[in-house]
RNA sequence: GCGGGUGUAGCUCAGUUGGUUAGAGCGCUGGCCUGUCACGCCAGAGGCCGCGGGUUCGAGUCCCGUCACUCGCGCCA
């Protein structure tokens, strides 16, 4: 008989009946009889129930032992009643009786209960994390995360990409996210970056000849955690293909998502094709562009409406429309009939509290003596008869609805309308629920203005190939040209962002020019990519989908470290190793270091 | 860096207008119970009410500060 056990906690049934077998496994639960003592014993397959009689010498031993102790259960299978057959249980047809018993090893106080799943303090889960990865959520959510992968790197495999790893110590790169940075010890003063993501590797790859790449890779990036978004470190599928236009990316990747979305789907739809917004569509219907399709509202640009304060008799929104702002509105349908007046002022509060912004204007409709469709909130209280009919006829609003304002500078305003139409879609109960709804926002701006610097920057990837090639660039307004730059967005989240690349030095040099780099600030920023370019790259492309964000959305978790085996917090600490943590001043002194630390408060 | 929320027993939470000895469930310890499977019943142990200051005759409760966790904003080519 094997050491520690013949079977799993998930295996036996009635026709190991009879059998002499052993288990191993943590004490999950225990039921206290005084003809029996029953203890559940779990392991990672499952839960067998054990019987304990009283006659046994090791009873009152079991009887002590403590939850989540480790423990093994040698005895024989026996039969359950018809009355005591546990349904819920793949095993709940026979239970083990106990005839030897041993500890492997005794479990003090638990800082918190494996067994049900309630919510415990996020600083607890995350210093006892293999506790808490013991849960049953979690723990599927991870063995998810694995077969996850598995689909995905078999998917790739078999359409012809190879699978390969790229440097992890590599070079800072100027643009995008704050860097993590390692120092070296044999180039004192000199430092290597983790990478964000291999995305100038997998050109390389791609001028290397090997045409078809991927990797389920490690980014990292130092910017601070969301939700959706772990500090430190993620990881994506990334992808890279040769002599592939935009077309060829999205008819290769939409199958892989679309398959592995509906392998692990557990009956949620996944609907195909992916409808394809570009982005300035996206952000006029969504204001966002990352689009959540489960929520039928859309946007509205109302501004027109506000310029003539005779019409309207409200003049904020005509100050802000002549400033150069927008009014958006987002409608609010069966809102003014259905929620109460709390629910409009909660949203204003909400806007002001957590966005940060004035405010959310609002209106409520009802239909007025006449039966004409009134307003007696500040926004539409006093425009003039004709004009209310316009404006609500453009909205297609009436009595009993409700409709909300977004004013503002043209990106605050949408910002918060995008934000708003979240929330209202929600609190509304409108969100498609059991589906998931894809689109690839395309067609995204080459470059934007960075008001900040007061300069033409890359709205996105700087290696993107524009739309036009050579000839935008030279011709067209920087801010219209538009870039093969596209992102697969999935019921709200952002999982892809990905483009055909720029592999012609000439409209790289042209393409950083127009955004303030000179040619010898690319040849040395970029050195290794610029060169390979020179002596002949195909033309490639290829997008980099989030690994964790879709196995969040495949396991339904609100948080991302519901899917990672072992997180960071919010400050970008692993509380369970104590990272980050100080080091000798040997260590220091190795790699020619020395603190300068911020004053203690 | 900024804004919001939370913080009371090992865990989940309740705690009235500021008023006696801060409670419940789970867990723990002991006892009882003829087979449970979220077993049941009885008893017990367990509290720096996050921390520091203030107001007050009196603070878990009110005020100020601070810390921790978290959500969002900034940031994330």
Redesign the pocket.
């Known amino acids: 008989m094997h050491e520690f056990r013949t079977h799993n906690c998930n295996e036996l049934n009635t026709s190991n009946v009879g059998e002499t077998v052993r288990l191993s496994g943590w004490v999950h ?1 225990k ?6 003592l ?1 203890v ?1 014993l779990r392991d990672h397959y499952g839960l067998t ?1 054990v ?1 304990v009689y009283p006659d046994q010498p090791f009873y009152e031993q079991v009887k ?1 032992t ?2 989540e102790s480790v423990i093994q259960i040698t005895g024989e299978v026996l039969p ?1 009643d018809a009355d ?3 349904p ?2 793949a095993t ?1 047809e026979v ?1 083990l009786r106990a005839d030897a018993f041993e500890v492997h090893s005794s479990a003090d ?5 494996v067994f049900g799943e ?7 889960r ?1 210093k006892h994390r293999y506790l808490d990865l013991r849960r049953e959520k979690l723990h599927k959510n991870i063995v998810l995360r694995g077969q996850v992968i598995n689909s995905i790197r078999r998917r790739m495999i078999e359409l012809g990409f190879n699978e390969f790893q790229t440097p992890i110590l590599t070079a800072s790169s100027p ?4 860097d993590f940075l390692v120092p070296s010890r044999l180039n004192p003063g000199k430092f290597y970056a983790l990478p ?2 291999p ?1 100038q590797f997998k050109q390389l790859i791609m001028v290397a000849g090997f045409d078809k790449y991927f990797q389920i890779a490690p980014c990292f ?1 130092d ?7 772990s500090p430190g470190e993620f990881y994506q599928l990334d992808v890279e293909m040769s002599f592939a236009t935009q077309e060829d990316v999205f008819n290769v990747i939409e199958p892989v998502m679309a398959g592995v979305f509906e392998e692990f789907a557990e009956g949620r739809t996944v609907e195909t094709p992916f409808p394809r917004i570009p982005y300035k569509e996206s952000m006029a219907k969504y204001g966002s562009d990352k689009p959540d399709l489960r929520n039928p509202l859309i946007l509205n640009d109302v501004s027109d409406f506000f310029t003539d304060e005779d019409l309207t008799g409200f003049g904020l929104f005509k100050k802000i429309v002549g400033g150069g702002g927008k009014v958006i509105a987002i409608p609010a349908p069966k809102a003014a009939a259905e929620k109460s007046r709390k629910f409009f002022d909660n949203l204003d509060k909400w806007a002001k ?4 912004m004035p405010g959310l204007g609002y209106a409520r409709l009802s239909e007025g003596e006449d039966g004409a469709t009134k307003s007696q909130d500040p926004v539409l209280k006093n425009f003039k008869p004709d004009h209310l009919v316009k404006i609500l006829d453009q909205l297609g609003l009436t009595a009993g609805d409700g409709v909300f304002f977004a004013a503002g500078k043209v990106g605050d305003a949408y ?1 918060l309308a995008g ?1 708003a139409r979240d929330v209202v879609g929600k609190e509304l109960g409108l969100i498609e629920e059991g589906i998931f709804k894809f689109c690839w926002v395309v067609d995204y701006p080459m470059y934007e203005y960075d008001e900040d610097n007061k300069k033409v920057d ?5 290696f993107s190939m524009p739309q036009g090639g050579m000839e935008a660039l030279e011709t067209m307004e920087p801010l219209d040209i538009l870039a093969y730059q596209y992102d697969i967005v999935c019921n709200g989240i952002e999982l892809s ?1 990905g483009a055909i690349r720029n592999h012609r030095p000439d409209i790289m040099y042209k393409a950083f020019e127009i955004a303030g780099y000179d040619q010898q600030t690319v040849d040395t920023e970029f050195a290794g990519m610029i060169n390979a370019f020179k002596y002949g790259a195909p033309p490639h492309g290829g997008l980099a989908p989030g690994i964790d964000r879709i196995v969040m959305l495949l396991a339904g978790a609100e ?1 991302i470290r519901e899917v990672i085996v072992f997180p960071m ?3 970008a ?1 692993d ?1 369970m190793m104590n990272a980050p943590s100080d080091v000798e001043s040997k260590q220091l002194r190795e790699l020619h270091l020395r603190l300068d630390l911020p004053k203690e ?1």
């Open positions: 639960r039921r206290d009889h005084p003809n029996a029953f559940d129930q019987v002590r403590t939850p359950r005591q057959v546990n819920e249980l709940g239970e106080q638990l800082p918190l209960p309630p919510d415990y303090p996020e600083d607890i995350l643009e995008g996210a704050r964000q993501a995305q990036r910017e601070d955690a969301r939700a959706d978004r509290k957590e966005m940060q910002k934000a890359f709205s996105h990837n700087p962002s948080n917090n919010q400050q600490q509380l408060k």
